[in-house]
């Protein structure tokens, strides 16, 4: 988890989701995100519940008092946000 607050310490105030699994964390910007999000609708031939949450925190959360994650595991995706008061409580 270390490499996922790093990530949103280097990001401090920017709009775009963490990427991150076990062992590594990559920060995608808003246009980024969103080039993903198209880019799997056309995979699949239509948008799907992932993508719509996905797009829809990002484009509501508070840059500067919170964090999006994308978590992936083996089996699953999952979206994640975070505030500053999460990160200071544990």
Request: proline content about 2%.
């Amino acid at each position: 988890m270390r490499h996922l607050v790093q990530s949103f310490q280097e990001h401090m105030s920017e709009r775009g989701a963490h990427f991150y699994d076990d062992t590594q964390c990559h920060f995608l910007p808003w246009d980024k995100v969103f080039e993903f999000i198209r880019a799997l609708a056309k995979k699949k031939g239509t948008e799907d519940l992932f993508s719509e949450r996905l797009a829809d925190t990002l484009a509501n959360y508070d840059p500067d008092t919170e964090f999006l994650a994308v978590q992936q595991n083996e089996k699953s995706i999952s979206v994640e946000l975070y505030s500053q008061k999460d990160l200071v409580e544990r």
